[in-house]
Each structure stands twice: as C-alpha cells, then as structure tokens.
C-alpha cells in the first residue's frame, strides 16, 4: 500500500452546490452546515491521525480517502441507513454528494466491504474517541462558545440511559439449544458435512427441528414436563459433548472458532442449570438468577438490568458527560445493564482527561456517588451536586434527625446522647442510656440491652452538605441545572431509538460517540444560527 491518499474537498460553494443548501434552510440543515464546514472538521491535522491507521507496506488496495469515509460515516449515523444503503447514497442522494464532495458521480463513493473494514479499522484504533474530541474542538473554537474559558473549569453533568440490546433474549432451553447449534454448524462446516449428519451422528435429533421446544413436543402447562423436556435435552447435549472428543481432533476443540461456541455452552449449562436435589444425578433450571447471567447467545456481553424496581430490559447502559453551559457532549461510556454506575466513570474520566478538562461542578444522580470522579473532583476543590441518600426508619426517628459533628466526629441523638465515630463503621448507642431514655419509642426498636444505631457513609461529610442542599428553594434549584444532561440524553435517545444497533460493548461505543459526536455539531450549528432578533 501506497500513501493514502488526502482528501481535499474545495470550499467554494459551485450554483449547483448553493442550490441544494438553499434548499435545506428548514429541513436538512446538517447536510448544509457539513458543506460549509466540513474542512474545519476533517481538516489536515486529523487527516494525518486517520492516515496514521494505515500501514504503509506497498502493499494492499488502495484505501478510499479516510476524511471522506469519516464523513460518510456520520451521514450514515444521521440518516439511520445500513451500510448497503449508504452506498446507494453516494450515488442518488444529493445531499450526500455535495457533503462528500462527489456532486454529479453516478459511481459509489466507495463499496460495502470497505466501509464495513473502515469502521473495524477506525474502532481498532480508538478514532471514534478521537472524533467526539474533535467535534468538542472545534465547536470551542468560536467565540460563541467564550473561547477563553475552553480549559476552564466546566459544570458538567453525567448521567445514563437503557439500551436495548440486538442479541436475542432467550430463555434456558433456547439458550442451551441455540448455543449447541453454533457447535454443530462449526463442526459441519470442519468437516464438510450437512449439519443434519452432525445431528444424527453426535446423537443430539433434537437440532433437526425449527426449535428445541418443537423438538421437545410436550405439554408445558403439564406438572413435570418441563422437568423431563430438560432431561431429554440435557441427555442429548451430553450424548454430543462425548462424540466430540471422539471424533473431532483435540486441536479443533481448543481452537476458535469452535473452542468459542464450546464455551458459551459450558457457560449457559454453569449459570442456568444445578444439581436436583431429589438425587438421581440429574439436573434442574436454578432457582435463583445467577450473578452476571448470560441472556444472549449472539451477544455475550448484554446483561439483565432494571429501569426501576418493577421493569426490567436486557442489554447495555450508555453513560454521557456533557458540559452544561455549552451543551457539548465530551465522553461516552457503554456498560452491560447489570454494572453499577460507578464503574462507567474511569472511562469517562480517561476521555476527559485527554482533552485536558477539569471539573468545577459535578452533577451526578445517586448512582454515581460512589465513583472515583466524586473523590477526584473533591480532591481538587470542585464541588458535587447530587440528591442525598434518604434516611429511612418507618416512624422512628430517621437519621437525618440526629446532629453529625464532621470535625469533631461526634453524633449526638434526640436525647442528647453524644458517641464518636468512625466513617465506614456503624455507630451503636449505650444501651443502658437509651432504655432509660423517654424517646426511646419513638427512636428505636431494638432488643433489650441493644441501643440505637445509625451508619456512617464514607461519604458522609458529602451527604451532610447535601442534606443541607436539598432544603433549601435555592440548593433544589441547583440540583435541577442538571436537566441539561437528560435532555442530551433524550436527543440520543431520539437519535439512535431504544434498541442498539450492534453487538458487543465495543462497537456500541462507537455507535454511542458517533452519535454524540452529531449532537455536538448540531449544538456548534445551533450556535452559529442568527437568533430570530437579529434576522431582517
């Protein structure tokens, strides 16, 4: 492979070029706005980082000019098209033309296998990072944005969204059949044989079916079948567990891609299966959900997650920092459903470190109270915006009733009752105070000869500042300035729909940047906009 070639679209609008922007001023303005300042985007510095992904060996096809593909990459992404579909764009759409500077082509910009190993490659390298850096940029360098307060300390707000996952969600039967039919197409396809032999052979007819469950061909609603359906599948997979160590080489099963598909069902069978305990060396579907329980055979990384206490999804959650006053995305982080927030947050922190941006003000929801960019901000003089953990007692006294002491360590009850603490540990009364005490009814509930007892967070100097904010008109208030947040977050919501478009926490990374990296210059475009006074 050769020097790839740098793209370099003119600036100057032709009257074809000028017809078609006119024609976007309602509908479309991203089309346009691209036009104008696409160079400013895809300018010489980060074309020289897109090239730097490319070996240079003599070798190879020639490569379509990265900034172009960058490009087609966020059309694609703002017209929702699939790959196939961008292709055909580059040939019959307009818009598409004039923004990748191919007005009149009647030939594709490039084809779909290269788009599909343009974005592997832009992934690999970690440029779908490097482009939401680089629309946060340039957006700043305009002084509606107060350039001089670019590396200044910044408000910014985090928060998360569910993500539906793209794998199908099945339950342990399915699982265990889909995963076992992975294993037999990778041995047919070894082997050179029809997968219907495979079946046969390895003695698992079940897989000749559409389904198991069809296979299977029992009365759910009947007691037991279900128990005996499990048995006979179980049997089966067993039956073609031992073939595979006789007749397939000890290389293949220890090497991808069938090594990969052996695992997924040894991994279904450990989480959804355990021993029944009515004995006779079977098995039954576990009682208890297992931690971290694979829901998916085509994505192995989606997870069970909640939106509340009464519904559940299955998949990813997107994880957002977005500046407050300048309404710019600046990190993106995608975890399965069932992490805690707190561990989006080193990423997050990784991305904005990179771009050299420090955190005045902090606004977070609870789920984030215990993450490092709280102690890290903290640490450096910033302040935290979040609503407090609640205190809850019944009609008991609450803890928020109690007076905390943070220099002198001390909390002293209702009854005037003083005991020192410790953060981290659990504070416990004198029992013989509090049975003499006369609030003891109204206080606690505990045994004769236990007193009262109230925990110590780690955090606890932060939740008494944020107590104290919360009851306040004007401490309430500045916890609402984080809606800024939710808002970005329902443009991408609105952008992407509730389902993700790929598999895997990687690739909807990429699709979660890209996405921000659109919201970005939509803000910059909105920015530039003249406002309605100022028009006429």
């Not at 300042?37 to 490319?54: P, T, W």
């Not at 832009?122 to 107060?146: C, G, P, T």
């Not at 889909?178 to 294993?183: F, I, L, P, S, Y």
């Not at 609105?494 to 389902?499: E, I, K, L, S, Y």
Request: positive net charge.
């Amino acid at each position: 492979m050769g020097v790839v070639a740098r793209w370099r679209p003119k600036q100057e609008l032709t009257e074809q070029e000028q017809h078609v922007v006119q024609r976007m001023e309602r509908t479309g303005k991203l089309f346009a706005f691209l036009r104008h300042h696409r160079h400013e985007l895809i300018d010489d510095a980060f074309q020289e980082e897109l090239e730097a992904m490319y070996r240079q060996t003599g070798a190879g096809k020639e490569p379509v000019a990265p900034g172009l593909m960058v490009l087609a990459m966020i059309l694609q992404g703002y017209l929702k098209a699939s790959d196939a579909t961008m292709v055909e764009l580059t040939v019959f759409d307009l818009r598409v033309q004039m923004v990748l500077d191919r007005m009149g082509s009647t030939e594709p910009a490039f084809s779909q296998g290269a788009l599909c190993e343009f974005r592997h490659r832009f992934i690999r390298h970690n440029m779908d990072r490097r482009l939401l850096e680089k629309s946060v940029e340039v957006a700043m360098r305009y002084k509606e944005f107060d350039p001089r307060k670019v590396k200044a300390m910044l408000r910014v707000a985090i928060d998360s969204r569910p993500l539906e996952g793209a794998g199908r969600v099945e339950d342990t039967l399915n699982l265990l059949g889909h995963a076992a039919r992975k294993v037999v197409a990778c041995v047919a396809r070894e082997k050179g044989w029809p997968k219907e032999k495979v079946c046969r052979e390895a003695g698992i007819p079940l897989l000749l079916e559409k389904s198991v469950k069809k296979g299977l061909d029992v009365d759910w609603n009947e007691a037991g079948q279900k128990v005996r359906a499990l048995q006979k599948l179980v049997k089966q997979l067993d039956s073609m567990k031992a073939w595979l160590k006789k007749h397939v080489p000890e290389e293949q099963l220890t090497s991808p891609p069938l090594s990969v598909h052996l695992a997924t069902l040894e991994q279904i069978g450990k989480q959804d299966l355990e021993p029944d305990p009515e004995g006779g060396g079977g098995v039954r579907i576990r009682k208890e959900v297992a931690e971290d329980r694979r829901v998916s055979v085509e994505d192995g990384e989606m997870r069970h997650g909640r939106k509340s206490k009464s519904k559940r999804f299955n998949g990813y959650k997107q994880h957002m920092a977005t500046d407050l006053d300048k309404q710019l995305i600046l990190a993106c982080a995608v975890t399965p459903a069932n992490r805690p927030e707190a561990e989006a947050t080193p990423e997050l922190e990784k991305d904005m470190k990179q771009q050299k941006l420090r955190i005045d003000k902090l606004y977070i929801d609870r789920g984030y109270i215990t993450s490092s960019v709280v102690e890290k901000v903290q640490e450096q003089g910033g302040e935290v915006l979040c609503k407090p953990w609640k205190s809850k007692n019944g009609e008991l006294f609450s803890k928020s009733e109690f007076k905390l002491d943070m220099r002198s360590r001390t909390i002293s009850c209702p009854g005037g009752q003083t005991q020192h603490f410790t953060l981290g540990t659990t504070v416990e009364f004198e029992a013989r105070v509090c049975e003499g005490c006369p609030l003891r009814a109204q206080c606690t509930q505990a045994r004769p000869g236990q007193g009262r007892t109230v925990a110590i967070g780690e955090d606890e100097a932060l939740q008494q500042r944020l107590r104290k904010l919360v009851k306040t008109p004007a401490g309430r208030q500045r916890l609402r300035e984080r809606v800024g947040v939710e808002h970005r977050q329902a443009h991408l919501a609105r952008r992407q729909g509730p389902r993700a478009r790929y598999r895997g926490v990687r690739k909807n990374v990429f699709d979660l940047r890209r996405a921000a990296c659109i919201q970005n210059l939509e803000a910059w475009q909105r920015r530039l906009e003249p406002s309605p006074a100022k028009v006429g």
